[in-house]
Nanobody, 116 residues
Framework: QVQLVESGGGLVQAGGSLRLSCAAS????????MRWYRQAPGKQRELVAA???????DYADSVKGRFTISGDNAKNAVYLQMNSLKPEDTAVYYC??????????WGQGTQVTVSS
């Protein structure tokens, strides 16, 4: 069984920064991809950033230049550094990992609220 635990969400003023962390534990031998999604009230869940093993990070257009995804394979962790936050970044943020043979696992979500 694989578990993902997220942390780092909170309330911040527009222009501020937050760093989200996601630690995976359990039977993990390799990770194909690590991703961050977000879901705002009344909206569909959207992909924010992704990093594929051996590949370059990819970002939604709305966060390019402001968010940075990084991974630590030794710790089975993924991070999302969020700078220059805007009120429209307010959402529940979920981490996701894709493992070979078994598929996707999700974290419980962490709330990010950006006040104007």
């Amino acid at each position: 069984q694989v578990q993902l635990v997220e942390s780092g969400g909170g309330l911040v003023q527009a222009g501020g920064s937050l760093r989200l962390s996601c630690a995976a534990s359990g039977s993990i031998f390799s990770i194909i991809a690590m991703r961050w999604y977000r879901q705002a009230p009344g909206k569909q869940r959207e992909l924010v950033a992704a990093i594929v093993s051996g590949g370059s990070p990819d970002y939604a257009d709305s966060v390019k230049g402001r968010f940075t995804i990084s991974g630590d394979n030794a710790k089975n962790a993924v991070y999302l550094q969020m700078n220059s936050l805007k009120p429209e970044d307010t959402a529940v943020y979920y981490c996701n990992v894709k493992l070979p043979m078994v598929g996707d696992y999700w974290g419980q979500g962490t709330q990010v609220t950006v006040s104007s």
